[in-house]
């Protein structure tokens, strides 16, 4: 089964300044199937970034996806006060799909 | 709009079953597989499953194989998930999901989520 693992677990940070999330896989696959979500409490999951590095409809673009092989990341160019969730990263390429266990965005 | 409408919360004893429906709109239904993920409180995303609407065609999640049923019916564009043996580790937020072909499977649309509590 395919690990995502994410880091850091929790990120304490500033609006206006710059998010760098983590997605780590256990195995290469192709970024062709790696997507990213944003998920506020009571909310379902947003899809923010697929394929690694497109970003889904209507998704400002301070959120950039990047990665390959192993290792991939989500960033958030200038927070805004929206933007403090919880992240997932997830892999669609191989069964079992899964995903990470999370980051958790915090206002600093 | 392209939209999920799940049915509402559940209150099931351990043992039981629960069943919760997805109704898709605002696309054809028949063209996007449908996924379903959980969420125990406080905890992060399960994947449980897949169905293909058009053909019926499933896969499951191991941890789900012989509990988890998933149906669908394209007279009414719905998509039904039964799981069954219920205990109180089941109990979470229930998320049926589209998976967009042109993303590579990506999942764009999310219902609502269905809250089943597994409670004696």
């Known amino acids: 089964e395919f690990v995502l693992t994410q880091s850091p677990g929790t990120l304490s940070l500033s609006p206006g300044e710059r998010a760098t999330l983590s997605c780590r896989a256990s195995?290469?696959?192709?970024?062709?199937?790696l997507a990213w979500y944003q998920q506020k409490p009571g909310q379902a999951p947003r899809l923010l970034i697929y394929g690694a590095s497109s970003r889904a409809t209507g998704i400002p673009d301070r959120f950039s996806g990047s990665g390959s092989g192993t290792d991939f990341s989500l960033t958030i160019s200038r927070l805004e006060p929206e933007d403090f969730a919880v992240y997932y990263c997830q892999q669609y390429n191989n069964w079992p799909r899964t995903f990470g266990q999370g980051t958790k965005l915090e206002i600093k | 709009q392209v939209q999920l409408v799940q049915s509402g919360p559940e209150v099931k004893k351990p043992g039981a079953s629960v069943k919760v429906s997805c109704k898709a709109s605002?696309?054809?239904?028949?063209?996007?597989?449908i996924h379903w993920v959980r969420q125990a409180p406080g905890q992060g995303l399960e994947w449980m499953g897949i169905i293909n609407p058009s053909t019926g065609s499933t896969i499951y999640a191991q941890n789900f194989q012989g509990r988890v049923t998933m149906t669908r019916d394209t007279s009414t564009s719905t998509v039904n998930m039964e799981l069954n043996s219920l205990r109180s580790e089941d109990t979470a937020v229930y998320y049926c999901t589209r998976a967009n072909s042109a993303w590579g499977g990506a999942l764009d649309i999310w219902g609502q989520g269905t809250m089943v509590t597994v409670s004696s």
């Open positions: 195995q290469i696959f192709s970024s062709t199937y």
């Open positions: 605002g696309y054809r239904f028949i063209t996007s597989h």
